[in-house]
């Protein structure tokens, strides 16, 4: 996958897995929340290996 690619992907899974976060804290459901920290997580590494990716490009 490029880079754009990967940047792409990770600003998708944040902004799900913020809205996962919200819709579990007004739910109260602890589960939901647990889920999208985690997805949003994910989403932070994909930026950073998109980041990555274009760094090596550039060099």
């Known amino acids: 996958m490029g880079e754009m690619m ?4 990770g600003h998708a899974n944040e902004a799900v897995g913020k809205a996962k ?11 939901i929340v647990a889920e999208g920290d985690a997805q949003e997580a ?8 998109g980041a990555v990716k274009g760094a090596i490009n550039k060099v």
């Open 21 to 31: 976060r919200a819709i579990g804290d007004a739910m109260d459901r602890p589960d």
């Open 6 to 9: 990967d940047k792409l992907k």
């Open 42 to 49: 994910k989403g932070d590494v994909q930026k950073a290996k």
